[in-house]
T-cell receptor, first 112, second 118 residues
Framework: DGGITQSPKYLFRKEGQNVTLSCEQN?????MYWYRQDPGQGLRLIYY???????QKGDIAEGYSVSREKKESFPLTVTSAQKNPTAFYLC???????????FGEGSWLTVV | AQSVAQPEDQVNVAEGNPLTVKCTYS??????LFWYVQYPNRGLQFLLK??????LVKGSYGFEAEFNKSQTSFHLKKPSALVSDSALYFC????????????????FGRGTQLTVWP
């Protein structure tokens, strides 16, 4: 089935650790995005990528890093520099940058 | 500056009654407007969008939305609510892509929790 797959669904991180959230899409979409969702705050853009080997910072990029080595993959690394990483993370993609964005099922990250 | 406002954190409606979830926006140029729905512990699902044309847009699951340029609003509506419609609803606006970038940023409202009572 076509879609956007995020893994893992639940992830626990110890203080000082880096963790990587996976996002894979088989929709042949050019653009991919990472959003963070906190209760009562809507969605905030972390990073986005319009094409392979290119990405830009969103509104809350500090403490996060990404790569876009393949069209179908856009992993997000939450580094130890991110002081409050506990949140629901959503990966999304769109056919091009002007079209509808479609979301994956999300990943919960909890700091323990 | 681009922004989206959903003035109601919660909307409660009885099953079978019409429902409205409100959204107002602020964006320069002609906006692209979207509604998404989120069920607990899930990603966002696309409901409908307005790009241009008819101000009344029909989407998934019997939902529709009316674009009102003068009031800068894009309210989500459904003639007869179902208990299964209970979820978190997000309005989003995409700014027009400018000459320097092909990416139109998508800005989300804070969400409105819809509860439909049986």
């Amino acid at each position: 089935d076509g879609g956007i797959t995020q893994s893992p669904k639940y992830l626990f991180r110890k203080e000082g650790q880096n963790v990587t959230l996976s996002c894979e899409q088989n929709l042949n979409h050019d653009a991919m995005y990472w959003y963070r969702q906190d209760p009562g705050q809507g969605l905030r853009l972390i990073y986005y990528s319009q094409i392979v080997n290119d990405f830009q910072k969103g509104d809350i990029a500090e403490g996060y890093s990404v790569s876009r080595e393949k069209k179908e993959s856009f992993p997000l690394t939450v580094t130890s520099a991110q002081k409050n990483p506990t949140a629901f993370y959503l990966c999304a993609s769109s056919p091009d940058s002007g079209n509808t964005i479609y979301f994956g099922e999300g990943s919960w990250l909890t700091v323990v | 500056a681009q922004s989206v406002a959903q003035p109601e954190d919660q909307v409660n409606v009885a099953e079978g009654n019409p429902l409205t979830v409100k959204c107002t926006y602020s964006v320069s140029g002609n906006p692209y407007l979207f509604w998404y729905v989120q069920y607990p512990n899930r990603g966002l699902q696309f409901l409908l969008k307005y790009i241009t044309g008819d101000n009344l847009v029909k989407g998934s699951y019997g939902f529709e939305a009316e674009f009102n340029k003068s009031q800068t609003s894009f309210h989500l509506k459904k003639p007869s609510a179902l208990v299964s419609d209970s979820a978190l609803y997000f309005c989003a606006v995409r700014e027009p892509a400018d000459r320097g970038s092909t990416l139109g940023r998508l800005y989300f409202g804070r969400g409105t929790q819809l509860t439909v009572w049986p």
